[in-house]
Structures are given as structure tokens and as C-alpha cells.
């Protein structure tokens, strides 16, 4: 037997343990996931700032990936924008941000199959959850200021609520709780 397909002792080929781990982190964790292939995974996880962001894991011949949507490319101070996500990338665990042709900002990481286990996986979850949701309202206001104004005052002029524009409320002079009387 190949050293790479583990043994019946060691729990099986590294890919099978690491599919066993990334469910097991899955389930404890509580988040909806599907596996539509095998060594595929997306789950939906929950945000405060961001509603939700899809993270997608894929185990590899050597490695466990992981792939998160964050934000689409800026409208505006892209250097600024895009200085900001090199500088975070040094503080981060196990994920970094990362962008693709388009400009779209990603978390990205890899793990080898021998590190996964679901205590690893809990941990790349935390980091996803920290750098999308937790960095989103300043990756928006950094990149699209313009237009949370804009949308600020289209809403107040139709008389909708701004409920959802409160975290900017420096950028559009409003005040929180909806100007408009409704929230």
C-alpha cells in the first residue's frame, strides 16, 4: 500500500480523514452545508455585518482549500482599498484575503490533509467568519462610499427606511434609527 492512501490503523486514506473531519466541524458547528460532489463542500456561514458569506472547501490530493466570497471590486479608492487587505493579510490565521481578475475580493486558504482536523477546520471557519463579516462595513465604506450616500439619500427621499445604513451613518449625515420616521 501506497503511504499516501494511509492504513486501516491511521483512520483511512488522508482524504477520507479529512472529509470525516471537515463534517464532523460541520456538524458541531451547526451550519448548513451540502456536498453536491465528492471532496466538495459549501456551507452558509451566518454573519452580523454580512448576512451570510458561502464558504466552499475542496480536498485535494494534498491539501484541504478553502474559497469565501467577501466583496465584490470597489467602485472607488481602490489603492486605498486594496493597500487595506494587504496590510490585514498580515494578521491573519490560516486564510488571506486575495482578488480575482475582475477585482472580487476572496478569503482564501490551504491546509495540508494531515493538519485537517476538526478542530483545525473550526478555526478557518472563525477566520472566515472574522475577516468577511467582521471587516465588511469598513471594506464598504472604503470602497463605496459614494454609493451608500447615494442609496442613503434615494431611501430618505422615497421615505424608506434606512435601517440598514445606520453602521454609516459619519457617511451620510443621517442619524440612526431612520431619519425618515420608519425602521
Not at 488571506?96 to 482536523?117: E, F, K, M, N, W
Not at 427621499?157 to 420608519?182: I, K, M, Q, V
Request: charged fraction near 25%; hydrophobic fraction near 35%.
Amino acid at each position: 500500500m501506497d503511504a499516501a492512501e494511509g492504513t486501516e490503523g491511521d483512520g483511512g486514506p488522508p482524504r477520507e480523514r479529512a472529509a470525516r473531519a471537515l463534517e464532523q466541524a460541520l456538524r458541531e458547528a451547526e451550519l448548513p452545508w451540502e456536498s453536491a460532489r465528492p471532496d466538495t463542500y459549501v456551507v452558509q456561514l451566518p454573519g452580523t455585518r454580512k448576512l451570510s458569506t458561502t464558504c466552499s472547501f475542496l480536498i485535494g490530493a494534498h491539501t484541504l482549500s478553502l474559497n469565501a466570497f467577501v466583496v465584490r471590486h470597489p467602485d472607488e479608492n481602490q489603492e486605498a482599498f486594496y493597500r487595506w487587505l494587504l496590510e490585514r493579510n498580515l494578521k491573519l490565521y490560516g486564510v488571506s484575503y486575495a482578488i480575482d481578475r475582475h477585482g472580487d475580493v476572496y478569503l482564501t486558504g490551504r491546509l495540508p490533509l494531515a493538519s485537517v482536523t476538526p478542530a483545525e477546520v473550526d478555526r478557518l471557519l472563525g477566520a472566515v467568519v472574522e475577516n468577511a463579516d467582521g471587516s465588511f462595513n469598513t471594506l464598504l465604506e472604503l470602497g463605496f462610499a459614494t454609493s451608500i450616500r447615494k442609496e442613503y439619500a434615494w431611501r430618505v427621499s422615497r421615505g424608506e427606511s434606512t435601517r440598514n445604513l445606520d453602521a454609516f451613518t459619519h457617511l451620510t449625515g443621517g442619524r440612526p434609527d431612520s431619519p425618515s420616521g420608519r425602521s
